[in-house]
């Protein structure tokens, strides 16, 4: 007869459990697993931008390799006189492209490519201008490092894929799928990117000037494999604490709704009594 009200107490205790613990743990949860989403992108980003600074110095160290050859090369007697008579250049530059020298280039004063000698993969290189007689020769441009190396040693130092391009030209890489330029997007900040193999990656593309002739871009990147495992680990302890939390808030409301159903019944039994 008075069953009622007890039934209707305990459906509004359900009610009062859902609005207090289930729903606010819900908006948690979604809080939580985007919240480390971007903490382990924001942690990839981060080592990815120590790589970049690490990269560019091992780019200068290059360049800075190459001093000794270009102040060799540069003060060559015979080079110097094929410059001022305008013939034999090339082969001149052939003979001098030996040893620790990849790439020999000589530009005009304009910085109009005019000769070269070596690989036309090398990378960081020195530049410095010749002048005879109070002249303008030209620039002279040495470099005593391949893309290739440049590549392998910045991914020894950082852990991190890296490619090497000129003027959209994929000089070297480490990983396979990089031959595309444009699929590395633009220069800056950390992205998303896909390679041609499929592969996800986070990526970073800088700009790199030479003194002579179009810049150097380099890309590092990072697998976002890795990055996804650690998401869905750490997304699986969030929910397990959750889970963890709301099976305890079940017990403790049951154990309270007990109670307070049992002095409700109590109540209504003292009511009867005195009505």
Same mark, same amino acid.
Do not use: C, W
């Given at each position: 007869?008075?069953?009622?009200?007890?039934?209707? %107490?305990?459906?509004?205790?359900?009610? +009062? +459990?859902?609005?207090?613990?289930?729903?606010?743990?819900?908006?948690? *949860?979604?809080? #939580? %697993?985007?919240?480390?989403?971007?903490?382990?992108?924001?942690?990839?980003? @981060?080592?990815?931008?120590?790589?970049?600074?690490?990269? +560019?110095?091992?780019?200068?160290? !290059?360049a800075a390799r190459a001093e000794p050859a $270009?102040?060799?090369v540069a003060a060559d007697r015979r080079l110097?006189?094929? $410059?001022?008579?305008? &013939?034999?250049?090339?082969?001149?530059?052939?003979?001098?492209?030996?040893?620790?020298?990849?790439?020999?280039?000589?530009?005009?004063?304009?910085?109009?490519?005019?000769?070269? *000698?070596?690989?036309?993969?090398?990378?960081?290189?020195?530049?410095?201008?010749?002048?005879?007689?109070?002249?303008?020769?030209?620039?002279?441009?040495?470099?005593?490092?391949?893309?290739?190396? #440049?590549?392998?040693?910045?991914?020894?130092?950082?852990?991190?894929?890296?490619?090497?391009?000129?003027?959209?030209?994929?000089? !070297?890489?480490?990983?396979?799928? #990089?031959?595309?330029?444009?699929?590395?997007?633009?220069?800056?900040?950390?992205?998303?990117?896909?390679?041609?193999? &499929?592969?996800?990656?986070?990526?970073?593309?800088?700009?790199?000037?030479?003194?002579?002739?179009?810049?150097?871009?380099?890309? #590092?990147?990072? /697998?976002?494999?890795?990055?996804?495992?650690?998401? /869905?680990?750490?997304?699986?302890?969030?929910?397990?604490?959750?889970? @963890?939390?709301?099976?305890? !808030?079940?017990?403790?409301?049951?154990?309270?709704?007990?109670?307070?159903?049992?002095?409700?019944?109590? +109540?209504?039994?003292?009511?009867?009594? $005195?009505?």
């Amino acid at each position: 007869m008075y069953s009622g009200p007890e039934v209707s %107490f305990r459906g509004r205790l359900r009610l +009062f +459990f859902v609005l207090l613990v289930i729903v606010p743990m819900i908006a948690l *949860a979604v809080v #939580l %697993f985007t919240l480390t989403a971007r903490s382990e992108t924001g942690k990839a980003d @981060a080592g990815i931008s120590a790589g970049t600074r690490t990269a +560019f110095g091992v780019y200068e160290e !290059a360049a800075a390799r190459a001093e000794p050859a $270009l102040r060799r090369v540069a003060a060559d007697r015979r080079l110097r006189a094929t $410059l001022v008579s305008g &013939g034999g250049v090339d082969a001149r530059l052939d003979q001098l492209a030996a040893g620790d020298v990849v790439l020999i280039e000589l530009y005009s004063p304009n910085r109009r490519l005019v000769a070269r *000698a070596g690989s036309p993969a090398a990378v960081a290189p020195r530049g410095a201008p010749v002048a005879a007689g109070g002249e303008m020769l030209g620039i002279l441009v040495v470099s005593v490092t391949g893309a290739d190396a #440049l590549a392998t040693r910045v991914k020894t130092l950082t852990g991190l894929e890296s490619a090497v391009y000129r003027d959209d030209r994929l000089l !070297a890489a480490t990983a396979g799928g #990089l031959g595309d330029r444009a699929r590395l997007g633009g220069l800056g900040d950390p992205h998303d990117v896909e390679l041609a193999n &499929g592969a996800d990656y986070r990526a970073r593309v800088e700009s790199l000037p030479e003194p002579a002739g179009p810049p150097v871009e380099l890309a #590092l990147l990072q /697998s976002t494999t890795s990055l996804s495992d650690t998401v /869905s680990e750490n997304r699986l302890v969030i929910g397990g604490l959750l889970v @963890a939390f709301l099976l305890l !808030a079940m017990l403790a409301a049951a154990g309270v709704g007990r109670a307070l159903t049992g002095q409700i019944g109590t +109540f209504l039994d003292a009511a009867r009594r $005195l009505a």
